[in-house]
């Protein structure tokens, strides 16, 4: 009854069900994972990108004259763009501390009796990049009040600005091109009597749209004693949208965004003629390096490990793909090798060693170590003792082929070292077996099958996008289990199989 072809299909498909559930689960948590790696510590796909890294000074002058003296400075708030990397004050003698809310970061600075003129320094380094921060929304607007004849303008201005305009975005589009009308009597009454971005805002906040004043920094490398520039904002649906009262909507992203919760920049008690400038400088670093900062205190990370245990797991990662290239090569072209993995030891040494030297010594090693395994198979030797003589014979070859290497000026082959010595001892021992049993053709078929999957690996786990993500990336090696699982389900034909189907073609035709 089980060996009906109906029962034997719904078997299959019963089975087929769990595995692929299996398979598409281990995709779908390696993706994931990688995915919120990538969006929380800003690992990039992709090697070689950089960050450009803003070191910002803020010198606070005043003078004092004994009293007791509090300094206030606003920090830029979290905002789309950029990264607090690190911060810092320099306060001789000042008690210092960072006062933060759930709108706002202070830099408060205190001292009892201070006299002279003091200078004050808070410094930061923020990082570029693409993350979004989420903006809270606006709070209750406060009723604007105008007087007369300012409400009669006000009035004016906006019934020439509605109509073209459709929502939040277009309106401050048309209030800020109406407002640098100088001839228009009302827009020279209310520019004359209040700051542009002031009036901007009381404008838009009386046609019911949520604006405020913010000060602006302009990020300028080199650039020294810089001032804020107030900027105003708007909330369009769900985030803030940043406008040059003069210019209009603001795309550049070094827009750096000082204040924008608090009522000012810097606020000084105890203390007279104070003033705040900034300084600023960038710097391009590797985007990778600062997400390994930034990743390195987590205690399953790989970021956490010493430098010399990361490079050796920077090769250790690279396995997974050579296993895939075999796994695919043997399973779906059907290439024969000597020993089911040896290839991909072989193209691990490859890496080390680069290709054309590597491969040079490979095929001068196991010649050799086959000229001598003859030999010892007159002596009927037991395999465990063989093979230990030939592990000696071996790196008795690699230290007369190095020396020689290094007396001609052959530094490449010092490299032969990196050759594991174990596994070539075994692929001689393989070869000659083969030789034995099967003839010279075989040794051919299968040590030219190992040489060019072992190639193959090669050009595929030395391609630098490779290297990075199964070492930035290690979430990812979930996706070669998966595809290494399916690629284990086949039972189909080999490439190299289809050939004996060329005979019928000859015939029919």
């Known amino acids: 009854m089980n060996n009906l072809p109906g029962f034997t299909e719904q078997a299959a498909l019963n089975e087929r069900g769990p595995f692929l559930i299996l398979v598409a689960l281990l995709t779908i948590v390696g993706l994931g994972a990688a995915t919120f790696r990538h969006q929380a510590y800003d690992i990039p ?26 300094v206030q400075l606003a920090l830029p708030p979290e905002q789309s763009g950029f990264q607090l990397l690190s911060e810092s004050a320099a306060s001789s003698g000042w008690g210092f501390q960072i006062e933060a809310s759930q709108d706002e ?23 570029t990049n693409q993350s979004e921060i989420s903006s809270d929304p606006p709070g209750e607007q406060a009723t604007v009040v105008w007087d007369e004849p300012y409400l009669t303008s006000v009035t004016n201005i906006l019934n020439q600005a509605y109509p073209s305009s459709a929502d939040a975005h277009t309106l401050t589009t048309q209030l800020i091109q109406i407002l640098a009308d100088r001839i228009d009597q009302n827009v020279s009454l209310l520019n004359s009597n209040f700051e542009r971005h002031d009036l901007l805002v009381r404008i838009l906040n009386t046609a019911g749209v949520p604006a405020r004043v913010a000060q602006v920094l302009s990020l300028e490398d080199g650039r020294r004693r810089q001032s804020v520039v107030p900027f105003v904002q708007i909330w369009d649906d769900s985030y803030w949208r940043l406008y040059d009262p003069e210019l209009g909507l ?150 007369i082929f190095s020396i020689l290497s290094y007396r001609l000026g052959l530094i490449e082959g010092l490299t032969i070292t990196f050759f594991p010595m174990i ?46 993500l199964v070492f930035h990336f290690p979430e990812l090696h979930l996706v070669l289990v998966s595809v290494i699982m399916l690629v284990g389900r086949y039972t189909g034909y080999r490439l190299l199989e289809l050939r004996r189907f060329a005979d019928f073609d000859n015939s029919a035709s």
């Open 105 to 127: 970061r202070i830099a408060r600075w205190s001292q009892r009796s201070p006299r002279g003129r003091h200078v004050l320094f808070y410094k930061l380094a923020m990082a």
């Open 250 to 399: 603001v795309t550049d992203t070094n827009k750096l965004i000082w204040q924008a919760a608090t009522p000012a920049v810097l606020e000084v008690l105890g203390a007279r003629n104070s003033r705040v400038s900034f300084s600023m400088i960038s710097e391009t670093q590797s985007a990778t390096l600062l997400a390994q900062e930034q990743a390195g205190d987590l205690a399953l990370s790989l970021y956490s490990l010493p430098i010399a245990q990361q490079g050796m797991f920077q090769l250790i990662m690279l396995l997974p793909v050579g296993a895939l290239v075999v796994a695919m090569l043997r399973v779906l072209v059907g290439i024969r090798t000597s020993g089911t993995f040896m290839p991909v030891l072989i193209a691990l040494a490859f890496l080390q060693t680069e290709l054309v030297p590597g491969l040079s010594s490979f095929v001068i090693v196991v010649a050799i170590g086959l000229i001598i395994r003859s030999y010892l198979s007159s002596l009927n030797l037991l395999l465990v003792a063989r093979i230990a003589v030939l592990v000696v014979i071996v790196i008795g070859i690699i230290s």
């Open 423 to 468: 596994i070539l001892a075994w692929t001689i021992e393989r070869m000659s077996i083969t030789w034995e049993e099967e003839g010279p053709k075989e040794v051919l078929v299968q040590g030219g099958g190992s040489l060019f999957v072992a190639v193959i690996a090669y050009l595929i786990m030395s391609q630098p996008m490779v290297e990075h």
């Open 45 to 70: 796909w992709l090697p070689g990108a950089t960050s450009e890294i803003w070191q910002i000074d803020a010198r606070i002058e005043f003078e004092t004259s004994g009293d007791p003296t509090q």
